[in-house]
């Protein structure tokens, strides 16, 4: 039977008052402050390093902010990372992309409310996602029809930010928090997502 986590629990946000910036920014940004960056404040330089990275990666975006958020959905599905994609659920449905849409992300290949540029760019993310990567050539050449190569190289960066968040999420089962975790179970069938570990 699969045991609930978090298997490293998360800290109190007074236990490292020298991050209270960092936790401001994430309340600012996602509407909480996540389990993950709790768990994370074990090492405190390294947390805000990485949120640094994180706030300077989505400012002022070459792509369209939804689809930064349906790119982080696809590649931690692919990772088989429910926290993540619950986060990424959270923030495509704050930025006005419908239930309807989010649900049909993993259709995107036939679905018609994607169009031809989400569909590169999601299919680029689930094969990027996965270990070892599954891009090829013909991914970039796909790519390219609706993308600059800074367009690319941004959503690259997107991807690969994920690498260590599903990886810590994944490895630490972190809890999913209330907003996220409600939205998922409202819009998302359990054949294409399920809490799991993560659950609260």
């Known amino acids: 039977m699969l045991k609930k986590g978090p298997y490293l629990k998360p800290l109190k946000r007074e236990d490292t008052p020298e991050l209270e910036p960092t936790y401001q920014d994430l309340i600012n940004f996602l509407g909480f402050v996540p389990n993950t960056e709790l768990t994370m404040a074990r090492k405190p330089r390294s947390t805000k ?11 002022r975006p070459l792509l369209p902010e939804p689809l930064l958020y349906l790119i982080g959905l696809i590649t931690s599905s692919a990772a088989g990372c ?40 999601l299919s680029f993310a689930f094969k990027a996602g996965q270990t070892p990567s599954a891009v090829e050539a013909d991914d970039y050449t ?26 810590f999420n994944s ?19 359990e054949d294409n997502w399920q809490a799991g570990k993560h659950d609260a």
């Open 49 to 59: 390093a990485l949120i640094d990275f994180v706030k300077t990666l989505y400012a």
């Open 82 to 121: 429910e926290y993540c994609a619950s986060h990424n659920v959270n923030r495509a449905h704050d930025l006005g992309i419908s239930g309807e849409k989010i649900a049909a992300v993993w259709e995107f290949e036939t679905n018609p409310l994607f169009e031809p540029s989400e569909r590169a760019a």
């Open 142 to 167: 796909e790519m390219r029809k609706h993308f600059s190569e800074e367009e690319i190289t941004e959503a690259l960066f997107i991807i690969c930010q994920f690498g260590v968040f599903n990886r």
């Open 171 to 189: 490895a630490v089962a972190a809890t999913i928090e209330p907003t996220p975790l409600a939205l998922c179970k409202s819009y998302l069938s």
